[in-house]
């Protein structure tokens, strides 16, 4: 075996908490305005009077609503739902309904989803909706290139239509988007058939997660969404549109970081990725597409921008009431986990990631860097173990493991000197690269607390808390990935010329996490 094998191998909209009306301010709002933008502050005051008329309340988070205005309320929406409002205001007729499921947790509302109308086939166009009724950047905004500024230098997409919508909702139903932003509130930002995003789990409930590499990309996505939190004010006062349409909502004033997460996650929920769009429009809220569509992974069918529109076309044949899903990507199950709060154990892109890296204190660290360089691999090297595919992945990572057990000076002149750079593996060393891998398998998978069989064992039952439901289902995915890679590493082990030697020492061993 060679060293050259290197080169070949809660609500997120409740209306009842933090919806105001459009004419309520606070006065030290007003005041913070003023000196914080003096500069914009009378060339629009003259606007500003004309449509906001200013009143006192006693809170900024709720707006008590007359009984009067709640049965109204339950009258708009027994009439009109969201499908009906979409065709009022240009909606062409479609082949879809909107049907209703019961949500797993009963304290809920159910789900709504998408369905088919009449039965379909394979290429049929089953809705057309117009760019009027589809929120992206240009459209909040106002102008692509300061969408663009902005997303680049400051917030991500999801983050300015998060603060849209939250503006919007504040309008009531003075809001053009009410009936959307008013499904959005029911859906919770769920998927189809799963739980909210772990991004809105508590402690208690992110330790279902323990022994997951996902527990801790939930921790760090969360603190970047804090980090956008805290540059909403500056990219309020850049974007002209939005001062304009909102001048005396500062966001961090107008909404705490909590309610900005909902909407946030909310958000990563349903958004869907255009293409061949100009980066404004890349990220689209269109409201019958997700949650209301199912994500699946084997599904070929996209959302797609036609001229003036956003269109679906189907991949397979559907009957009439079935439930309508798209294709979400080729996403890894911790990213549908933390996107969209569920698993597809069927996922035939789901991966891990092991990390490797040459050891800084070797001797000859420069020289490794090089040859790892030479060979399109860096001095920390990230491995993607894709599912189905774990012995591959053990094959690939062997050569990088390899040339950091090189010690002999002699051999790594050969190795750094050499076109296609060789050096014999003895046996014992071959011993111990696989025994240094079987090992770190072992001990990932005794870092989860509960064993592949438990897990299972636990699925099986059918009073299951949600959230622990869809982390099991998590975690048994990633136990199956681990298992199958111990499995390959033990296979090569056995597969030796002589495995009554015992693996020679290696000082400067490259990491492995």
Known sequence: MEVAYIQQTKCIFDFNQTRLSSHHRHVSVLSRVSISNSRNYNARSSFRLRNRNICSASSSETLVASKKDKESDKVTQEEEDLKSWMH??????????????????????????????????????????????????????????IAELLTTNKLSELACLALYLMYEKKQGKESFWYPYIKELDRQRGRGQLSVESPL????????????????????????????????????????????????FDIPTEAFSFEIFKQAFVAVQSCVVHLQNVSLARRFALVPLGPPLLAYKSNCRAMLTAVDGAVQLVVDRPYIAGQSIAVW???????????????????????RLVVEAALNTEDPQYQDKRLVA??????????????????????????????????????????????QGPVCPVSPCMEHAVLDQLATYFRERLEGYPTTLSEDEALLAECDIDPKKRVATKLLVCEKKILNKCLEATIGLINELPDLSLSPCPAPYAPLLR
């Not at 979400?328 to 789901?350: A, H, R, T």
Request: proline share 6%; net charge negative.
């Open 88 to 145: 009022k205001n240009g909606l062409p007729p479609c082949k879809v309904v909107l049907k209703e499921r019961q949500a797993y947790d009963s304290r809920h509302p159910s789900i709504h989803y998408v369905a088919a109308s009449e039965d379909l086939q394979a290429g049929d166009i089953v809705f057309s909706v117009p760019n009027s009724l589809v929120v992206t950047l240009e459209k909040v905004l106002g102008n692509e290139t």
């Open 328 to 350: 979400c990507g080729p996403q890894p199950n911790s990213k549908l986990l933390i996107n969209y709060g569920f698993v597809d154990e069927d996922n035939s892109y789901d």
């Open 373 to 418: 360089q030479r060979n399109g691999k860096l001095t920390i090297q990230t491995f993607q173990v894709k599912v189905g595919k774990e012995r591959e992945t053990v094959l690939d990572m062997l050569p990088y493991m390899r040339l950091g057990y090189v010690s002999d000076p002699l051999e790594m002149g050969s190795v750094i000197s050499s």
């Open 200 to 247: 809105l789990w508590s402690e208690s409930e992110l330790n279902y997660l323990t022994g997951s590499p996902v527990k801790a990309e939930v921790i760090e996505r969360a603190d970047g969404i804090r980090k956008e939190y805290n540059e909403l004010d500056t990219v309020w006062f850049m974007a002209g549109s939005l001062f304009q349409q909102y001048p």
